[in-house]
């Protein structure tokens, strides 16, 4: 059983294994658990995004608007997130309105990339990417943290 977080009211959600996670709904609001597009986060819904998500991943862009490198990323995050859900939940966190979770989260340049798995840090990642190499970071990191399990 997976469970994930809705990106639009916080409710956590269970999915069945065999049930195709891309296509549930929220129990609570009704919305769609999953939409091809990163969900905007605060660092309480960060929290709650890490401390609820099971049995999937959570990939966090740490950004900020006048960052030249974020803004060039953005659209190419977006892009990953249509490849990579629903096995990974693809999250922004605005490091200039959120700057306590930035820090809490030692982060020292942006745009940088966070990946978790049961709330915890498997692979970090600063600069700038393409959608590719995002996908591939992230293949990578989770294929590198399943064979150490």
Same mark, same amino acid.
């Not at 892009?79 to 990579?84: D, M, Y």
């Given at each position: 059983?997976? =469970? +994930?977080?809705c ?9 069945p ?5 891309? $296509?549930?709904k ?7 658990l999953f939409?091809g597009?990163?969900? &905007? ?8 995004h890490?401390?609820s998500?099971?049995?999937?991943a ?5 950004? $900020?608007?006048w960052?030249g490198p974020c803004?060039?990323m953005?659209?190419e +995050?977006a892009?990953?997130? &249509?490849?990579?859900e629903p096995g990974v939940?693809l999250?922004?966190l605005?490091? @200039? ?12 340049? /942006?745009p ?5 798995? @049961? ?9 700038a990417?393409?959608? @590719? =190499? /995002?996908v ?10 399943q064979?150490? $399990?």
């Open positions: 059983m997976r =469970q +994930f977080v990106p639009h009211c916080r409710a956590v959600n269970r999915a294994d065999d049930k195709n996670a891309a $296509a549930a929220c129990g609570r609001c009704g919305e769609k939409t597009k990163p969900a &905007e986060v605060t660092g309480a819904a960060l929290a709650a890490r401390a998500t099971k049995g999937a959570v990939l966090l862009d740490v950004w $900020a608007p960052c803004r060039t953005a659209p +995050f892009a990953a997130a &249509e490849r990579l939940r999250l922004k605005n490091a @200039d309105a959120e700057p306590d979770a930035s820090s809490a989260l030692q982060v020292s340049g /942006i940088a990339l966070i990946l978790f798995r @049961d709330g915890q840090i498997i692979a970090r990642q600063s600069g990417m393409r959608a @590719d =190499q /995002i591939a970071w992230t293949t990578q990191a989770l294929a590198q943290t064979a150490s $399990a």
